[in-house]
């Protein structure tokens, strides 16, 4: 008995020593992860590929009116273009952007030509124009990394080259283009690095109506009109500038 009763009470002991050596470790609770926080506001550059597309291909007969000759049209159907934006944006509320974008586009060389039958034939090349560009406001809905946005304002470009001839002989015409237009579209962005963000874009561009005819008291008195747009889609990269510090992680 005397055995059992020492051989209990030195286990008890050492139970007791055992706990009061782990009570004085100390302990370390584990992290609490939090996803990263996303900050849009700043200033950003970038650059940007795309294509361009020619939009409504219809085309008006003025005179002789009525129309006396069918009259058909073609289009190259897409045009390369590069170029580049820069922007600033203010991120609210908290999933809210509001922004302003300044871009700029040169497209590759693109001719628009309208044939007509009539007097040997009454042909026009246009050849497009070689830039576009735009200031714009966007609106975006931001969810983490990614930002879903609309966009709209005014469009600018060049007084592309115009050529008239009437019977294969060039003829004197009066033309007139608007270069500035109206332009609306959207996209999605990507934040995918600190500071970094990738995008897909729609950008359509209006110019309203180019008219173009034959001087007055000519003897072939023929003239067009025709709608004026494009269609775009680009990919691109930003790089931001934030005002409010880069994209964290906390805990």
Known sequence: MKKLFLATTMLAAGIVSASAADMGRPYTKAPVYVAPVYNWTGFYVGAHIGAAFSGNDSVSQVLPAPALFPLTSSDRDATFLGGGQVGADYQFAP???????????????????????????????DRGAQWLASVTGRLGYVSGPLLIYAKGGVAFRDDSDV??????????FVFGRDTTGYTVGGGLEYMFA????????????????????????STTP?????????????????????????VVAKY
């Open 194 to 217: 600190q500071n970094w963000s990738a995008k897909i874009e729609y950008q359509y561009y209006d110019f309203g109506r180019t008219n173009f005819s034959t001087v007055a008291g």
């Open 95 to 125: 999933n809210w952007l509001v922004g302003i974008e300044g871009q700029i586009s040169g497209l590759a060389n693109s001719d628009r030509r309208f044939t007509s039958t009539f007097s040997g034939g009454v042909v026009v090349n």
């Open 222 to 246: 023929v003239a067009f009109s025709y709608r004026d747009d494009l269609h775009t889609v680009k990919v691109g990269v930003n790089y931001h500038f934030n005002w409010g510090g880069p």
């Open 163 to 172: 050529t008239f001839t009437v019977a294969n002989v060039a003829t004197p």
